[in-house]
């Protein structure tokens, strides 16, 4: 049988060996998918087309690597996880990530086919992802929408709209609300309404939260 011409270049990131080793040991072998060892080891040379992530949730040391891979732009990102909650499952669709595969689910077959979708531009997310996507972009949408009729300014689907950033930036500088109001000519109420917006927009706790997450994505 010919060895295809199209096969997908492919690197694995995984900080546990032994499910890296499970992922390799799917996708070595396939006749249309190349595994290529992971920067630095490949430094001046292009990029693999896709870069399977494995890992077991979205926490900051994940998301900081899922970044840093889609920094250039150049790679497709197939997710291979054990669990997402809503908060990081918007995080991933915001970072750009091409396919979900749930860990338990990552059969060989399964593996190559999201590669190769993701390689072609196609997105790849199980069925009960999609519906818990659509329903926390619906909730959002109606908040947007009685933000709007309020007369206030829509935020953006994801991450932080200017004026969040302003009142973050003044949160992050130890300023209480009557203090932030002054410094941006905004009413205290208006302060208080753009962090309970945000807060409840992005799942954040509290403002050392708040704080912690604009820090986080480059915001301040």
Request: proline letters at 6%.
């Amino acid at each position: 049988m010919p060895v295809p011409t199209d096969r997908v270049t492919v690197t694995i990131h995984a900080t546990d060996p032994l499910g890296r080793a499970g992922v390799v040991s799917h996708l070595r072998d396939q006749p249309t998918v190349e595994v290529l060892p992971r920067l630095p080891e490949r430094d001046g040379l292009a990029p693999a087309a896709v870069a399977v992530m494995l890992v077991d949730r979205i926490d900051e040391h994940s998301a900081a690597e899922l970044r840093e891979v889609l920094r250039g732009g150049e790679q497709r990102v197939v997710l291979v996880a054990r669990e997402l909650r809503e908060p990081e499952l918007l995080s991933v669709v915001e970072f750009g990530v091409r396919a979900i595969v749930w860990r338990h689910q990552a059969t060989e077959d399964r593996l190559v086919k999201a590669v190769r979708q993701a390689a072609h531009g196609e997105c790849v997310m199980p069925p009960d992802l999609i519906g818990r996507v659509l329903g926390q972009v619906n909730r959002l949408r109606r908040s947007e929408k009685a933000a709007a009729c309020q007369g206030a300014a829509t935020p953006p689907l994801f991450g932080l709209a200017p004026r969040e950033t302003d009142v973050l930036r003044l949160v992050a500088e130890g300023l209480d609300t009557r203090q932030i109001a002054d410094k941006l000519a905004y009413s205290e109420r208006t302060v208080k309404n753009v962090l309970h917006g945000l807060m409840t927009r992005l799942r954040l706790n509290n403002r050392a939260h708040a704080v912690a997450y604009a820090m986080r994505e480059g915001y301040i």
